[in-house]
């Protein structure tokens, strides 16, 4: 039996948890290990919960929202992944929490199975872009980033294999290299790129032209 996907949920309506814990339960390969009210209880019990994903929506009551929750969340369990869950849609908010560190963003009033699939994408480290929100916040996150006329041939190959979703040992396995290999180019791509996060390497790909959308939508679907 494949090991479930543990899943966190933060949001500060009952209602709301509790429709997304029966519909994520509906489903054999997740389990709810926790469910706060608020990113402070969140953080209060994260190394109990030690979900793989956390579901955090970004309007939060109290003395921090759900962009700072992520920011801290991904700093205290870096094995944990965050998906934005959230009716906020407007570009700084949506660019702010992928720069937090949010692999995923979803919007509450997208299909349920966006939602699924982007949880189950980002328990294996990959991103899922909606495209509702992607053209949005393209540009944003491109300004002032550097070309990536500055990487070599081999960055390059990695970035677009990176943007496809793929995992440091897919790539590695492509191209015939080492995972630590990999794992050193893609430092190296970040930081070139002054990106912060995975996401942020797709919609910079995409923003460039290294990949298209309907190569990030196969990619997904396979």
Known sequence: MTERIRVALVDDHAVVRRG??????????????????????????LEVWLPDVVVMDLLLPGGMDGIEAIRRVRALSPHTQAVAL?????????????????????????NPEVLLDAVRAAARGRSLLDPQVAG????????????????????REVLRQLALGRTNREIAEALVVSEETIKTHVGNILSKLQLASRMQAVLYALKRGLISLDELDTDTES
């Open 86 to 110: 959230t009716s906020a849609t407007d570009d700084a908010r949506v660019v702010a929490a992928l720069r937090a560190g949010a692999i995923g963003y979803v919007r509450k009033d997208a």
């Open 20 to 45: 997304l814990r029966t519909f994520f339960e509906s489903y054999p390969d997740f389990t709810i290990t926790g469910e706060a009210a608020s990113g402070e209880e969140a953080l209060a019990h």
């Open 136 to 155: 949005a916040v393209l540009a944003e996150l491109a300004r002032g980033g550097k070309m990536e006329g500055e990487l070599t041939e081999r960055e």
